[in-house]
């Protein structure tokens, strides 16, 4: 039986899989954490860390909220920086982005649904 309640920490489980700790990719010994309904990141950036490739999800909506920080995503048709806590982006399949935090970040991601790419 699965538990109805699951504590844990996001950033200590995250950090064998790039921040994300709620996912299909999980094992199934992590109860409902391991999802195929919804993907989720506590995402650690030090000002400077980016990624200049186009990363492109053709299944899922992504949501990224600031927790703290400054932080710039490049879409094909504008440039959005999240400058105050709460600042949040969401854009639907197939649309590419790029990052740059612009200072140390803390970021969260919510994807869903949660299918392999």
Known sequence: MQPEIVIGNAQRE???RKGWFVGHFMP?????????EVEVKWGVHAAGEGRSEWGVNPQATTLSILISGRFRLQFPQ???VLA???DYALWLPGVGHTWLAEADSTIVSIRYPSVPS
């Open 84 to 86: 105050e806590p709460g």
């Open 78 to 80: 504008q440039e959005v």
């Open 28 to 36: 199934s010994e992590s109860g409902p954490c391991s999802t195929s």
């Open 14 to 16: 995250g950090n064998l």
